[in-house]
């Protein structure tokens, strides 16, 4: 296992997300085929494409909820495609759900508190963490990025729709993030939550570079640099958003036959 | 349906500004606790041997075994019944490695080598139940674990050389340490009640920390903890560890208490009682276990003279019993601490209603 | 994917005999290490034992009459694991339950038999008693809990309390044997070698009828299960509805009707495995736990949801279980134990499982 210098050392060099050859099959299902795909420390990027066309399971093979059948996966030059999920979220990795996967019984401040926690020291203290900790001042930090403090001591069971997708995005933002995969997250806001969404987006640091899966391409098309559409488990086109969007193939096979804008 | 409803404490210290000092805020907070501890302290004054150890003793080991159980089953969503398993497996460790009236077996160390040892191995046992668990879906923790626990009852029963089979041990003294026989009542019961509290507080307390919380994370949604950095099957192992120390407590001052162990201490019935005690008290919140074992040695004491004077037969305990646990589970799934809490709830509402 | 009766290779697209050839072309050594045991243990059964043999490994007749009993007991097992197994895979119960429904089959099969003199006759009454049991207690209580399998489950405990205590009350706690008939009293020749005497004489294995009978029963009872889960169209339901419980109300079957027949079979089968014990063994309190613990650790070794799971570790739990009482007296449930144990830190989904 590198130590952190020598993964701090690589990170300027290459790429921040590397996959080579993957593929996942689920049963006699090619959900994924061959794809090779990279995407720089800082990049801004979009994965489109129609249901089915492999965009999740691209997803869940990078964050490790399911490991490919072949291929490799690596992040800012290591080798993770045998690690588990959470070694790879310690490493930078963080990701979002397109529902909405909280912790309903506890409170706001708790789910902000164990996505702080979950990448710092201390995860099987005994001892509670007082409120001077600097842990506590990051949690609420990050619940006022999100427009959540009013309902920080409410069960996230309780809070509307919108309020749970922020805090999904509270919690891919903990800790020091280098590189985050947002799935769907503009399903089911309304036109002012997406214009938040889009301002959160935007005004992330420059050294985290994510990758954005959306069906909704006027917000996704407008927090990225470059695009890549998939088809059937392949990757089918990569360029940039006004490219994408000018391609007659990609019209007809994408936006001509879903009808989205 | 609230079966596992998890506690919810008040927020991490960090309290809103109120008129009074944050001391008298907490003893307002935590009369009732603080209440019955006093109670608890002064019980020796005005109750008899009788009560001591068959009522109260038994009372607290058995709730601090159920705490364990409820500690992995509440804030952690794994039913387990091997913690009986666990503390009857301290029980014999210390008869083993102990004084008892078997020279051929017993080891005859001191009391201080021979506690230490028996938790190790108890909790040795807890964690490999958990290990085996850990990967499973939830649901399966029940089947394991009971497999685990009538494994053990049988090697109890047909195991000589080690268990001493269907006799087990007796004449298990408590040591005698600081100038105090600790096996008499009254000490005995300070003995019980001070791990019995110590095992509550340390719980409580441990519910709202890093471990405790993530715990909690790992029962309401163990994919999501898992993409926020923690190791699922690890935390999961080292609560049935925690758990298992707790369990291990239980069995030896069981097995002081009692004077005696043999398979029966742990077979299959006894281990449902367990988690009967559990469930029926309530698995949201540490004194649920407590409650849940009051109740339960109540009624073991005193049940056979209450269904004689009903008329019915007074050895259909367990039946008494199986009625009870299973009312409790058909309309209050959380138990007496969910009754309670839905009491003050109403109680806190019509408060409200009547302020306007 | 289908996982309750073992379509898991053939939905991956080849069949059985291709993942197997798969596996065999992946482990070269481990085949052959298998393959070897294999034929040195078929050597083991039928041939005659040479003369160091016996020093090390006893008399073959220990060997072979615990090998035997231990592979009618996995019948037995077999016929109280499966309906367990059965009922999980398809309504996600862990029906705890289930060995009191094997000790009232069995004592009720007693008394019938007792009535009428018919060992047969107890069968049907066994079965017919426990699946009204079953009915009912899908019926009247498990429908209102849908979805909530915890609850399900300690409603199951406490019903097992419950059941346990009135039958101890009824029955009282004496063990009772069940009468093997008349006309499958008595050993029968089998054509396994036991000994060579010193005469040339070859010594073949008596072994008792009722067991082999019971075996090919048990036997039967699973090819037919498996003909009618593959073949009819219940069964196609069953599987359907054990891969997807949603998608079965969404088509429109009577789901609650599919459980409530599907409980009660599982539960006359218990019934009926009941006779079973009662005859090989003996009826009394505390059987229901043990019974409970065997379709446990038959469906953990085997595999939660899968039939031939069922039967795969129940003929390793029966025969590790007889090898260990005759062997290793002091310490014979470690066995089955240990190889729990080992199954779960392994393949924690069982032998035939899928997570």
């Known amino acids: ?261 | 349906m609230a079966l596992l409803q998890s506690a919810q404490e008040s927020a991490l210290g960090i309290g809103s500004a109120q008129r009074s000092g944050p001391f008298a805020q907490w003893v307002s907070r935590n009369a009732a606790i603080l209440l019955l501890g006093l109670f608890m302290i002064l019980f020796p004054a005005i109750a008899n041997d009788f009560f001591l150890r068959q009522i109260a003793g038994w009372t607290m080991i058995l709730g601090m075994i159920a705490l364990s159980l409820t500690f992995l089953a509440g804030y952690g969503g794994m039913v387990s019944l091997a913690q009986m398993t666990v503390a009857g497996l301290a029980g014999y460790m210390i008869a083993v490695l102990g004084v008892s009236s078997l020279p051929k077996v017993s080891l005859f160390w001191p009391w201080w080598a021979a506690v230490p040892l028996a938790i190790v191995i108890a909790t040795a046992f807890g964690t490999l139940a958990g290990a085996l668990s850990a990967r499973t879906e939830g649901i399966y923790t029940i089947m394991i674990t009971l497999a685990l626990a009538t494994s053990f009852f049988y090697l109890t029963l047909q195991n000589w050389p080690i268990f001493n089979g269907f006799s087990g041990f007796t004449t298990i003294p408590a040591p005698h340490f600081l100038g105090v026989d600790w096996g008499k009542a009254v000490p005995l019961y300070y003995l019980i009640l001070f791990f019995a509290a110590l095992s509550y507080a340390v719980v409580l307390y441990v519910s709202r920390a890093p471990f405790g919380l993530a715990l909690q994370g790992v029962r309401d949604n163990p994919r999501r903890m898992e993409a926020i950095g923690y190791n699922v099957t690890a935390h999961r192992i080292a609560a049935y560890a925690f758990a298992a120390v707790i369990a291990a407590i239980g069995g030896i001052l069981l097995v002081w208490q009692n004077n005696q162990i043999s398979p029966f201490s742990v077979g299959v019935d006894v281990v449902i009682n367990l988690l009967i005690i559990a469930v029926v008290g309530g698995l949201g919140h540490p004194i649920g276990p407590f409650i849940g074992a009051l109740i339960y040695v109540m009624l073991r004491t005193f049940a056979l003279d209450a269904l004689v004077a009903v008329g019915l037969d007074g050895r259909r305990f367990q039946t008494l019993i199986g009625l009870g646990f299973l009312v409790i589970v058909l309309f209050s799934p959380d138990g007496v601490v969910g009754i309670w809490r839905r009491l003050r709830e109403r109680a806190r509402s019509s408060q409200r209603t009547s302020r306007r | 994917m289908s996982t309750v009766f073992g379509e898991g290779e053939a939905a991956r697209g080849g069949g059985r005999t291709d993942a197997f050839g798969r596996w065999i072309g992946h482990h070269p050594i481990w085949a052959l290490i298998i393959a070897v045991a294999v034929i040195f243990f078929v050597w083991l059964v039928l041939a005659p034992w040479p003369a160091g043999f016996e020093d090390v490994l006893g008399k073959k007749l220990i060997f072979i009459n615990a090998l035997f009993n231990g592979i009618t007991l996995g019948g037995l097992y077999f016929l109280v694991a499966t309906g367990f197994t059965l009922i999980f895979g398809l309504m996600r119960n862990v029906n705890l339950a289930h060995g009191s429904l094997y000790l009232f089959g069995g004592y009720m099969g007693y008394e019938a038999g007792d009535l009428t003199g018919s060992w047969l006759f107890g069968y049907v009454i066994a079965f017919i008693s426990c699946a009204i049991v079953g009915m009912a207690m899908q019926f009247l209580i498990f429908r209102r809990m849908e979805g909530q399998d915890l609850r399900q489950t300690l409603v199951t405990l406490g019903l097992s309390i419950i059941f346990s205590d009135l039958m101890v009350w009824v029955w009282g706690g004496n063990a009772i044997q069940i009468d093997t008939p008349d006309y499958l009293e008595g050993p029968v020749p089998t054509p396994i070698i036991v000994a060579v005497k010193s005469s040339g004489e070859t010594v073949f294995l008596y072994y008792p009828l009722v067991r082999l009978v019971i075996f090919a029963a048990a036997v039967a009872i699973g090819v037919g299960m498996w003909l009618a889960l593959n073949r009819t169209r219940v069964g196609v339901m069953i599987r359907a509805g054990v891969d997807d419980r949603n998608m079965l109300s969404v088509l429109g079957y009577r789901v609650q009707l599919l459980f409530i027949l599907v409980f009660a079979f599982g539960a006359g089968l218990a019934g009926m495995a009941g006779i079973v014990g009662g005859t090989f063994q003996s009826l009394s309190l505390g059987e229901d736990s043990h019974f409970l613990l065997a379709s446990l650790v038959v469906v953990i070794v085997g595999g939660m949801g899968s039939i031939p799971g069922a039967a795969l570790g129940a003929l390793i739990i029966g025969v590790s279980e007889q090898i260990g009482t005759v062997y290793f007296q002091n310490y014979s449930t470690v066995l089955s134990f240990l190889i729990m144990v080992i199954v779960l830190a392994l393949r924690p989904q069982g032998l035939l499982g899928r997570r």
Do not use: W
């Not at chain 1, 488990?233 to 193939?249: H, L, M, V, Y």
């Open chain 1, 1 to 261: 296992m590198s130590s952190i210098a020598e993964r701090m050392a690589a990170a300027g060099t290459g790429n921040a997300i590397e996959l080579r050859g993957v593929s996942r099959r689920f049963g006699a299902l090619a959900a994924l085929s061959d794809v090779t795909l990279s995407v720089r420390p800082g990049e801004r990027r979009a994965v489109l494409g129609s249901n089915g066309a492999g965009k999740t399971t691209l997803l869940n093979c990078v964050t490790g909820d399911f490991p490919p059948t072949s291929g490799t996966v690596r992040f800012f030059g290591e080798d993770v495609t045998i690690l588990p999920p959470h070694e790879r979220i310690r490493r930078g990795l963080r990701r979002t759900y397109q529902i909405s996967l909280l912790f309903s019984r506890l409170s706001v401040r708790d789910n902000v508190y164990l996505a702080c926690r979950g990448v710092s020291r201390g995860r099987f203290s005994f001892i509670r963490t007082r409120a001077s900790d600097g842990l506590m001042q990051s949690v609420a930090d990050l619940i006022s990025l999100v427009h959540l403090e009013n309902v920080a001591e409410r069960p996230v069971g309780e809070l509307a729709h919108g309020q749970q997708r922020q805090l999904e995005i509270a919690l891919a933002l903990a800790g020091a993030p280098r590189f985050i995969l947002f799935d769907e997250p503009a399903a089911g806001l309304s036109p002012t939550e997406r214009s938040d969404l889009v301002a959160i987006l935007t005004a992330l640091p420059a050294h985290i570079g994510y990758i954005i899966i959306e069906h909704d391409m006027a917000v996704a098309l407008r927090v990225v640099e470059s695009v890549t559409m998939m088809h059937n488990g392949r990757i089918f086109k990569e360029g940039t958003p006004s490219e994408i969007e000018a391609d007659p193939e990609v019209q007809e096979l994408y936006l001509g036959s879903s009808g989205h804008a």
